[in-house]
């Protein structure tokens, strides 16, 4: 089993819906989060930071994360077609380095 | 531009060959991480610098790989004896340590695509 698992779709919706993308984690250890897009071809960008479990919105973007079930969850609202991108959710503890990625969630937006 | 930049973008190689990839991070970064990604895949930890000094190496950095940050700016990573399995997006990532201790978040660069023939 690997330490995050992430649905890898593709997921297609239509222009304007919300978007709902999710991770599970097995090590407890882990108290940072954080959600990358990735375009093609691309390096990650880094979309949404979290420490520990709660919410965070910037934006259309809201990041939660709830630690009691190891699960964290990425909402898109109103989504465009420039968010049609390859999602990583990535995690690691307080004091290490080595960040651990989700495989990716294919996102396309239909206008 | 003031972002994490990669050279070059594209390599493409001969098994058996030697290649080497240049990172330079954001300025005032004093973090530097060395990150491979597969099709399909996240990227997987490598390596990570702070400053000049090499605090962390993953298993899956064999001895065929090694990576440098002399006076803790740049970086290269060097892979010897390439093989078709190191074909792959090497992306490279710098941070700086926050002012709260034990977070920083990572910025990632473009990547190099390595394609071994």
């Known amino acids: 089993q690997k330490e995050v698992e992430q649905d890898p779709g593709p997921l297609s919706v239509p222009e304007g819906a919300i978007v709902s993308l999710n991770c599970t984690y097995s090590n407890s250890a882990f108290q940072y989060f954080m959600w990358y897009r990735q375009y093609s071809r691309k390096g990650p960008e880094l979309l949404m930071y979290t420490y520990s479990s709660g919410n965070k919105e910037d934006g259309r973007f809201t990041a939660q994360v709830d630690k009691s079930s190891k699960y964290i969850s990425l909402f898109i609202r109103d989504s465009q077609p420039s968010d049609s991108a390859t999602y990583l959710c990535a995690m690691r503890g307080y004091n290490n380095n080595d960040m651990r990625f989700g495989a990716g969630t294919r996102l396309t937006v239909k206008p | 531009d003031t972002g994490v930049s990669q050279d070059p973008r594209h390599k493409i190689t001969k098994r058996g060959q030697n290649v080497t990839f240049r990172c330079d991070p954001i300025?005032?970064?004093?973090?530097l991480y060395w990150y491979r990604q597969t099709l399909g895949q996240g990227p997987e930890f490598l390596t990570y610098?702070?400053?000049?000094?090499?605090?962390?190496k993953s298993r899956l950095l064999s001895d065929r790989f090694s990576a440098e940050r002399p006076k803790g700016s740049f970086s290269t990573l060097e892979i010897q004896r390439t093989e078709q399995g190191d074909s792959a997006m090497y992306l490279c990532?710098?941070?700086?340590?926050?002012?709260?201790?034990?977070?920083?978040?990572?910025?990632f660069g473009p990547g190099t695509r390595l394609t071994v023939l």
């Open positions: 300025s005032e970064h004093n973090r």
């Open positions: 990532a710098s941070s700086s340590l926050g002012t709260s201790g034990g977070g920083d978040t990572q910025y």
């Open positions: 610098f702070q400053n000049e000094a090499q605090l962390e």
